[in-house]
Structures are given as structure tokens and as C-alpha cells.
């Protein structure tokens, strides 16, 4: 890469360092792009085809995807308040579920009834038809009141 297309994407010895999950490729392009580049101006400025961007965008947004779902997975294993709901629940259950949860784990939850009920609904539409939970939920409270859903996965 030149020192102008350095320069341009703002690369430096961080980006894309050891322990990223990006390139420095890939990251460049991530810049660049952030900036309103099209991928033809990137390539242009990079030394390389719009097709090669092209792909080196499609892995960088993959890798930025798994990384979050890594995030989000080991935040709601540290989370002091953590259940599994099973398919077939009724979404009024859970608050009750979650409370018992916390009073076991000696935690006070800085969240209502209501506002789990509505927090589940918003983040896991998929998984309920109307009161009903259809798929397999994992619900867990973070310290800092943060609720997390995901589809539970079988261990």
C-alpha cells in the first residue's frame, strides 16, 4: 500500500493488528468505505480490482458479525441472571422465571415485569406467537440491567 493510500484509509500500525479479527485490507476497506467511497473509488485508491473490495468488504462484515455474536454469547454467560425458556412458555411466565432466577442468585434485577415482556417481544419476535413462546429462548440480566435474548442452542 502506498503512502498516500495510507494516507487516505488511515492506516497505521493498530488496524488490523494480532489480535483483530480483520486484516489490514480489510480494514482499510472498512474506512474507506465509512468515508462514502464506492468500492470502485477504494479499489482505485488500494491497487486492486472492485471485485477484490467487493469480497474484502463481504468477509470484513462477517467477521465483524461474529465477533458481536462472540460478544453477546460471553456476556450472557458472565451475566449473574441467566435462563433457559423453554418453547411453549407464555411470555407472562418469564418475569417470574427470571425473578426466582435472581432472587437464587442474590442479584436485584433494576428491571419491571412489563419492560421484560416488551424487551423480549422486541428482540425476539420470531420466537413468539402472540402470548406463546415458540422457540427456545435464553434470557439473561447483565449487572448493569442490560436484558440479553438469543435462541437457545443445544448443549
Given at each position: 500500500m502506498?503512502r ?5 484509509c488511515?492506516t497505521?500500525e493498530r488496524s488490523g493488528?494480532r ?6 485490507r480489510q ?5 474507506l ?5 464506492s468500492?470502485?473509488e ?13 469480497i ?23 451475566a ?8 411453549g412458555t407464555?411470555i ?18 433494576g ?6 415482556i ?5 428482540k425476539?419476535?420470531e420466537?413468539l ?10 434470557v439473561a440480566?447483565?449487572e448493569?440491567g ?10
Amino acid at each position: 500500500m502506498t503512502r498516500r493510500a495510507e494516507e487516505d484509509c488511515g492506516t497505521d500500525e493498530r488496524s488490523g493488528g494480532r489480535d483483530s479479527l480483520l486484516t489490514e485490507r480489510q480494514a482499510a476497506v472498512l474506512r474507506l468505505r465509512k468515508k462514502g467511497l464506492s468500492q470502485q473509488e477504494v479499489a482505485e485508491i488500494l491497487g486492486t480490482t472492485r471485485s477484490n473490495v467487493s469480497i474484502l468488504e463481504k468477509r470484513a462484515q462477517q467477521n465483524v458479525s461474529r465477533a458481536k455474536a462472540t460478544l453477546r454469547d460471553w456476556t450472557m454467560i458472565q451475566a449473574p441472571v441467566s435462563i433457559d425458556i423453554p418453547a411453549g412458555t407464555d411470555i407472562f411466565e418469564v418475569p417470574a422465571l427470571l425473578f426466582s432466577e435472581a432472587d437464587r442468585s442474590g442479584t436485584k434485577l433494576g428491571i419491571g415485569s412489563v419492560d421484560i415482556i416488551v424487551q423480549i417481544k422486541s428482540k425476539a419476535p420470531e420466537a413468539l406467537n402472540k402470548r406463546v413462546i415458540v422457540r427456545n429462548l435464553a434470557v439473561a440480566v447483565t449487572e448493569d440491567g442490560l436484558l440479553l435474548v438469543r435462541e437457545a442452542v443445544p448443549e
